[in-house]
Each structure stands twice: as structure tokens, then as C-alpha cells.
């Protein structure tokens, strides 16, 4: 027993290291809890890991942060193979400050529940949104 899983695991780490391995990230900059421009990487042969890193370096490459503002990986995944939804709202805070916020969502399953995932991840990223605000979807692809 001992000797198979130790063989089964040598083959992930034989196959992840050749490059099999596929993942996505989302990247947002926001600036005193308002969204100010996102990025996202979803790709074959892509890692969670590499994705967030190019998804940064090319909102630095297009934004100059200044002290208030930071580059925020809102969520990323190894999956081999998903569904990606972006969504986007514009809502105005209970104290009248105009908002945009973004939800990332991936799945292996299917396009709406990387809907819902991206909508599960817009509540925990924008604590002020509610359903009724609404929101668009900016994106929606599979890798």
C-alpha cells in the first residue's frame, strides 16, 4: 500500500512539474475600499501563483498607486479547467460615497456557479453590497 501511494504521488509531482497544471487569479487595486481597476489571468499551463503575479504586475504597469490605494488578489485557482465569471456593481454607500466592487468566481462545473462563487466573493470583498444594489456581468469565458 505504502509503495502505491508513493508511486501515485511521484506522478502528480512528474505531472504538475510538466507543465499540466492550468489556474486563474483576479486582481484588484482599490482605494479606500473603492474598486478602481481590476485584472485577471486565466490560462493553461498558468498557475494560481503566476497568474496573481502577472495579473499585478500589469495593473502596476497601468496604474501608479498612490499611498492610499493597493493591489488586492481577490481570488485565484489551480483548477485545470473552469468556468470564470467577473462581475461588477456601482452602488452608493449608506453614507452617500458613490462605490464600484467587483466578485471573481470559478468553477468546474459550470458557468452560473461561477456566478454564484463571484457573487459570493463581491459580499465578502464589499462588505456594503446587497442583492438589490444589482450588478453586471463584466465577464464570462472558460478555460
Not at 489556474?23 to 481597476?37: F, M, N, R
Not at 499585478?56 to 479547467?81: F, I
Request: hydrophobic share 35%; proline share 3%; aromatic share 10%.
Amino acid at each position: 500500500m505504502q509503495v502505491k501511494s508513493m508511486f501515485i504521488g511521484t506522478l502528480v509531482m512528474l505531472s504538475c512539474s510538466q507543465g499540466l497544471q492550468a489556474g486563474a487569479s483576479c486582481v484588484v487595486v482599490k482605494k479606500l475600499g473603492d474598486s478602481q481597476a481590476i485584472e485577471w489571468v486565466a490560462a493553461e499551463h498558468e498557475s494560481a501563483a503566476s497568474a496573481t503575479d502577472k495579473a499585478k504586475r500589469k495593473l502596476l504597469s497601468q496604474t501608479h498607486p498612490d499611498k492610499y490605494q493597493g493591489l488586492h488578489p481577490q481570488a485565484s485557482t489551480d483548477l485545470p479547467h473552469a468556468h470564470v465569471v467577473i462581475v461588477k456593481t456601482e452602488y452608493e454607500t449608506t453614507r452617500g460615497r458613490p462605490r464600484t466592487s467587483y466578485g471573481c468566481g470559478f468553477s468546474a462545473h459550470s458557468n452560473e456557479h461561477a456566478k454564484a462563487m463571484a457573487l459570493y466573493n463581491l459580499r465578502n470583498y464589499s462588505w456594503g453590497w446587497k442583492p438589490e444594489f444589482g450588478y453586471q456581468v463584466q465577464e464570462s469565458f472558460h478555460y
